[in-house]
Each structure stands twice: as C-alpha cells, then as structure tokens.
C-alpha cells in the first residue's frame, strides 16, 4: 500500500530526513519510534503533504501512485488520514459540519454522491457508538475547548467516519492519561482492518501495549536504523534510544 | 505554508469573473446630466409628487449646496463631479403592472440571472408557509409589488415610497426626514433632494407583519446615482422583519450610490433590518466599482422599542455606511450585526452608532470584518450615553480577520458616557487565518478555497444566526464567492 523509498526532506533548509525507507502492507500496523528530534512528524507531515516539508530525494508511492505530487485534499481524498498529535481549533465551526463538508468533499473528488444529512448523521451515531464517544461533543466548534482526551477522541471519530485506506496517528498518545489513553487505543483497534494500513507514531512504548504493531521500526537523525517485530518496542524500552543512535552513529 | 500559497493566489485574484456583472438593455427615461432646481423639479414632477414633497426637497437640495463631502472616513477616492451624474432614469413602460404577468420579461430574467426569480420569491426556498413579499426596485421605479393583498389583511401598509407620497401623505409627512433629517450630512442631503424611489413600510399597532419583507434592487444605468428612500414604521407593539439585498452589473465609470434608511419604532414595536449588499467592487485593478455612501439610522422612540440591523457587506468599491440606532425611549434596545468582507482594491469604513438617551437602555455591538487582497477594512463606531440615559448598557465585540499580508484591518471605537451609571464593555481581536488550519483543512479533504470559505464562515457564525433562515444559507454561498478570488 505505501512504499517510501530512500525519502530525504528539509524544513527550512534543515535536513530532517536523510534516507527512510518503509513498505507496509494492506492489514498492517506499523509502528515508528524515535527520540525527540529524530524526525517522526516531520515524516507524518511529509507524508499529509504539508507545505514547507520539502522533498529533496526519494519517493512515497501509494497504491502504486506517487503520494508527493498530490495536494493534501487529494491525499485525503485517495484515503490518507493524519490523526494530528495536536489537533487544531477552528472557531465557530460545529464539528458536525466539519465532518460533513470533509466527507462530502473526499466524495466529490472520489466521484461519488454526496451523503445527505440524515444519511450523514445516520453514518456519525453508528460510527460514535461504536467509539462509545458522546455526540454532544461534535455539536461544539472543532477542537475549541476541547480536553486533551476529547481532542484525540475527536481524531479517532474522524477517522472513523471518513474510512481512510492509510492511517498515520502522530504521537496520538502524548498527553493522555492511562484512562484516554486505553479509549483511544480501543477505538484503533476497532478500526483494523485487512483492507487498511496504519502507521502509528509514537515516543513511548506504552501505547503499544493496547495497539499492538506488526513491524516495529526505529527512526533516528531521519533514518530507520532498526526494525522488528513487537518485542523491538520492549527492548527499546529497556536499553534506550541512545544505544541506538550508537548503532546508527 | 499554505497560507503564503493563499497570499500568492490572492494576488492573481480575478474580480472581473465578478459573478454578477452583466447588463440588461432595458430602455430608460432619463433626466439631462448635472443637478439643478429645475432637476430636483423634473424628479419631482415625473413621480407626480405634490407642491409639499417639491418644496421638502428643493429645502434639501439648498442645504446640500452650503455642505461639503465629509472627509474622516479612512477611504480614498478622486473628487466627484457632481454635475457629471445622472439623477434620474426609469424603465420605460407604463403604466404600472397589476401582476407578474405584465412585467417585462427582460426584467425578469435579470431576476433569473440573479438567482432572484420573483416567482421563486412568492414561496421563498419553501420555509414552513412563510412567504416573502418582493417590492422589486429596477433602477428607481418600483416595477412590481406582491403580496399587497395579504399585507392589506393586516392593515400592513408595503408600497414604494413614490405611492406612499401619493396615497398615505399624513404618515409621509409625520415621519420623512424624522430620523434622517434632510440637513444631517452631506450624502442624506443630496438623498434628500433627487431620491427616485425605495420601500415605504407601516406597520399598524399591536401587528404582527405576517411575512418577511423583502426589496432587491440593482443599479443598471451608466453613471446613473442611485438615491434609495427607505422609510418604515413600526407602530406601537408592532413587530417587522426586513430584508434588503441587491447586486450591481459591471462597470467602467464608479456609480455612486447614496441611499437613505430611516426606521421609527414606537412604544413596544420592533424592526429587524436585514441587508445583503453585493455591489460591483471593482476590476482587478481597483477601476470602477460602486462607491456606497448610505445613511441609515433606526430610532427606538418608544419605551421598550427595539431596532436591530444585520448587515452582510460583501460588494462596492468603496462602503461609507453606519448603521446606528438613537435609544430614545427608555428600557429601548438596539443591536448592530455586521459582517463586512473586503478583497482586491475594496475600502470599507462602516460601524454603527449606538446612541442611549432614555433610561436603561442597552445596545450589542458584534462586527466582524474579513480583509483578504489589498483591500482595507475599518469599524468605526460610537457609543454615547447622555446625562439622563442612566443605567445605560453596552458591549461591543469587534474582531477582525486578514487573509494575506497587504490588507489592512482598523477598529476606531467612540465611547462617550457623559453618566457614571452607564456600563460600556469593548472586546475586539485581530487574527489571520492560520496555517495549521489551512492544512488542518486540506487534510481532511477540502480544497483551498472551501477551506478558507469554511473558516470564515465559522469565524462570521455569531452574526449568520442573525439573519432570517431563508438569508443565512444564500449569505454563507456569498461569503463563498466573494473569497473565490482570494484563492485561485
């Protein structure tokens, strides 16, 4: 399904990525794990088409399309999903709408017919039941005011609700307590799928405690220096990211 | 960054596929260019008026001759020759039409192409029985009325103010000029003396207008000024909503457009002043484009009266326009709404002006102004308290949004309280939209422009819930189109 070859990327001239290189499969869960600074979101952004994230070298190829020539709107369109480590506020508008206008729009461009509202809202109360989330919740502005949980919780109904093919989740657990944490944590799980692929980003081992990856890849200075299956996580978690980046160095 | 892209594009912006800029070529009737007493006479004589309503507006236009252009306002223009102007033309064709059906059908597809079919407007988009009654204004003349009967039932008196000249002369001469006096300023004046036509609106007491009133109208003549007279009273108890909205067709020459609006609410009355104004705004070079200087003003005469205005300006070249309410009668509320949305080379210099004078009063302030291009865009208000108005309220909410980094956003806010008791809170904000929301945006499938269109959509929301239903969806496309530019 996606297919990052040698994929180099600065960020106002700095070079972040010096070389990843990635394939992950249909039904998978990859896991990325690095130290601060090693390069992980400037890779989900990379991948979301982010405007300042510069390619230098390399290719990301999705389903056999080169991802990098693609807006964002059309990435999302084609089924790629970033669950943002910080989701953004927009002022005044009800995330319903949001959600609404966001689906409508990846139909369009998918050339489908646009959802009507009761078959629209039909699709959010299955979806947020499911995700045991309050519907209150999406009668309030996006992410305006929104705990730290609500805010994750939010991405992982969108995500739900929009059905990406290509999931990237960006330190989806930072800030959550243990609690948050395992709500959200269902709610992935919940979404896996043979016919779906998720890159999970993440500075901690904890996470993979409840989303448990099929490949476990180490990114350090903008490269994976070492992959694995789950036990990599735990060994990680034992020995650090310094011994690591002595391996890499 | 996605917003430094929405900055490129801004600058490519193409005001020329202006959507509605096109022209009819309907005959009209027109006076000779320039301003005169025998000018004034000829107005006055085509529209039949009686010696009284001459002799009100030959008082105007001697007035007008001693003033001069008000000069404050943070817009910039070439002078006006005002002998340079037509002051009256009116779609041949006579007589009047006593139904749909005998108007001309040109006109109507101007309608049409407006996506104001006037047949459409009998069952406006179908919201639960309400009907919305069109006093269409073509150029000067009022061409057709409906829903008089219904109206009538009511004993609510909606006709163009020529006709209410005519037919309700008491109430004319009560309360023309009763708010919006011919003197007040410079462009009232110059209304006062060579208004063609507009909406006259009564309201009998302890009624309830059954219906939205609703006037569109366009300019449509070559350097023809448009001077609307917009005059409605709200009687004691009563209640009417009014909606206004209008497009104007592409133009070389600006056009100048001086309306007045006096609204007169009783003891118990309210009115709800609703406007859409969508005036050409220009090229893309900042030629041409409507120069909007309106004088419109409501008075809460009565105890416990109230006057609320809604404004979403989104057209002209240049808006010179506030709004205000004089709170005369005590316990009397007023509340200003605006939106004003500036691109390209538009200036825009409106507020309102909340004016307590009787006990206990209060008045609400929200404006939201949107500056993407080179435009700039000014509130400018005042709120004033007198001695006797104690316990006077006030809380103003001003903030705006830039799209770019060539615009310009300016709040010049006007507090006078001359009471202790009186309570005046002032908010304002300054933002722009942001980049992580842009991307926020995209990533979740929408396009630049329905982005930005979301965005301020969301940042405009307190004041969209203002307007009537049936205005909230088509205003929420407009804001749409008149961003269409700032992104591609």
């Known amino acids: 399904m996606l297919k990052i070859e040698n994929l180099h990327a600065t960020v106002d001239g700095r070079s972040i990525l010096n070389g990843v290189d990635l394939e992950v499969n249909s039904g998978e869960v990859h896991a990325i794990m690095g130290p601060n600074g090693s390069g992980k979101s400037t890779l989900s952004y990379v991948l979301a088409g982010r405007k300042g994230y510069e390619v230098t070298e390399g290719s990301v190829a999705y389903r056999g399309e080169d991802l990098l020539t693609l807006e964002p709107n059309e990435r999302a369109a084609r089924g790629l999903f970033l669950a943002f480590q910080y989701p953004i506020e927009i002022p005044g508008v009800v995330t319903m709408q949001f959600l609404k206008v966001a689906l409508n729009a990846q139909r369009k461009a998918r050339g489908e017919p646009e959802l009507s509202t009761p078959d629209f809202m039909r699709l959010v109360r299955d979806r947020a039941a499911k995700l045991r989330i309050d519907l209150d919740m999406l009668k309030r502005s996006v992410n305006v005011g929104f705990s730290g949980g609500e805010k994750k919780r939010a991405e992982i109904l969108q995500m739900a609700v929009l059905e990406p093919s290509l999931c990237i989740l960006d330190e989806t657990d930072s800030g959550l307590d243990i609690d948050a944490l395992r709500i959200v944590a269902d709610g992935v799980n919940a979404l896996r799928s043979p016919d779906r692929a998720m890159v999970v980003i993440t500075h901690y081992q904890r996470l993979l405690q409840y989303i448990v990856p099929d490949r476990v890849h180490v990114l350090s200075r903008g490269r994976i220096v070492r992959s694995g299956d789950k036990s990599l996580a735990l060994e990680l978690e034992e020995k650090g990211y310094a011994s690591f980046e002595r391996d890499a160095a | 960054m996605a917003d430094l892209d929405t900055i490129e594009r801004i600058k490519h912006i193409d005001v020329d596929k202006y959507k509605y800029g096109f022209t009819t070529d309907i005959e009209s009737e027109k006076a000779p260019k320039g301003l005169s007493e025998d000018i004034v006479a000829f107005i006055s004589q085509k529209k039949g008026e009686p010696q009284w309503m001459l002799d009100w507006r030959l008082e105007a236009y001697r007035r007008w001759l001693n003033m001069t252009e008000p000069k404050w306002a943070r817009v910039h223009y070439p002078k006006i020759d005002f002998q340079d102007l037509y002051y009256y033309s009116a779609p041949k064709r ?25 047949r459409e407007r009998e069952v406006l988009a179908g919201v639960e029985g309400a009907k919305v009654a069109v006093d269409a204004v073509f150029d000067s003349v009022s061409v057709v009325t409906t829903f008089k009967k219904e109206l009538a039932r009511a004993g609510v008196i909606f006709c163009s103010v020529s006709e209410a000249v005519r037919e309700h002369p008491d109430l004319v001469k009560k309360y023309l000029g009763s708010v919006v006096p011919q003197g007040d300023n410079f462009y009232a004046a110059l209304n006062s003396a060579v208004f063609s036509d507009g909406s006259f609106v009564y309201v009998p007491e302890n009624t309830r207008c059954p219906m939205e009133l609703s006037t569109y109208f366009r300019i449509n003549e070559k350097q023809t000024g448009q001077f609307e007279r917009t005059l409605i009273i709200a009687d004691k108890g009563a209640y009417v909503s009014y909606l206004e909205g209008c497009t104007a ?41 409507v120069y909007n200087f309106v004088t419109k003003r409501g008075d809460c005469r009565g105890h416990h009266s109230k006057i609320s205005w809604t404004q979403v300006e989104t057209g002209s070249a240049i808006t010179w326009k506030y709004p205000s309410c004089i709170l005369r009668g005590d316990e009397s509320r007023g509340e200003f709404y605006s939106i004003a949305i500036s691109n390209g080379y538009q200036q825009v210099d409106s507020g309102t002006k909340m004016i307590h004078l009787g006990k206990n009063t209060s008045s609400r302030i929200i404006s939201k102004g949107i500056a993407a291009g080179r435009s700039d865009n000014t509130y400018r208000g005042l709120v004033s308290a007198h001695r006797k108005a104690t316990n006077a309220r006030n809380f103003t909410q001003c903030d705006s949004l830039l799209i770019g980094d060539k615009c310009g956003a300016h709040t010049v806010p006007y507090i006078e309280a001359k009471t202790s008791t009186a309570h005046f809170e002032h908010e304002a904000t300054t933002s722009k939209i942001s980049e992580d929301q842009m991307f926020y945006c995209m990533s979740r499938g929408l ?9 301020v959509n969301g940042f405009v929301r307190d004041v969209l819930q203002q307007l009537p239903m049936e205005f909230m969806a088509e205003t929420q496309k407009l804001i749409g189109i008149s961003l269409e530019g700032s992104v591609g």
């Open chain 2, 249 to 289: 067709p592409m133009r070389d020459e600006n056009q100048l457009h001086a309306a007045v609006v006096e609204l007169v609410a009783l003891d118990g009355a309210e009115i709800k002043y609703s406007t859409v104004q969508n005036w050409y705004p220009g090229d893309k070079e900042g030629r041409g484009g």
């Open chain 2, 94 to 118: 006579s007589p009047a039409p006593k139904s749909l059906d005998e108007v001309d059908p040109e006109l109507l597809r101007v309608y049409e192409k407006l996506g104001v079919p006037l």
């Open chain 2, 447 to 455: 396009s630049q422009e329905e982005a930005v269109a979301l965005i």
